[in-house]
Nanobody, 122 residues
Framework: QVQLVESGGGSVQVGGSLRLSCAASGYSYFSYCIAWFRQAPQKEREALAG????????YYTDSVKGRFTISRDNGKKTVYLQMNSLKPEDTAMYHCAAGLGCGATAEWYSYWGQGTQVTVSS
């Protein structure tokens, strides 16, 4: 089993940056792909990026490519999402999730954090 806790969200102006962290606990952490999702009010949940234990990365949405970077520090059992050049449309609740495979389908992920809010204002 894996427990996930997100942090690093907040309010930022357009063009700013934030780094989200997803701290994991549990002995099975190393078995899982960790992915970031987001959900804005009245919008569907969106898969952003996932990273395998070995560091292989998949980006699921073109809207964040070149602006967001996912990384993983297995020594700290933490996955990061560096977000640069933020836009108002990036405003959402951001969640990390752990699953045995890396895919864009939320149902594939067994464990979820509570989320951290990101608000981008112009």
């Amino acid at each position: 089993q894996v427990q996930l806790v997100e942090s690093g969200g907040g309010s930022v102006q357009v063009g700013g940056s934030l780094r989200l962290s997803c701290a994991a606990s549990g002995y099975s952490y190393f078995s899982y792909c960790i992915a970031w999702f987001r959900q804005a009010p009245q919008k569907e949940r969106e898969a952003l990026a996932g990273i395998y234990n070995g560091g292989g990365i998949t980006y699921y949405t073109d809207s964040v490519k070149g602006r967001f970077t996912i990384s993983r520090d297995n020594g700290k059992k933490t996955v990061y999402l560096q977000m640069n050049s933020l836009k108002p449309e990036d405003t959402a609740m951001y969640h990390c999730a752990a699953g045995l495979g890396c895919g864009a389908t939320a149902e594939w992920y067994s464990y979820w954090g509570q989320g951290t809010q990101v608000t981008v204002s112009s």
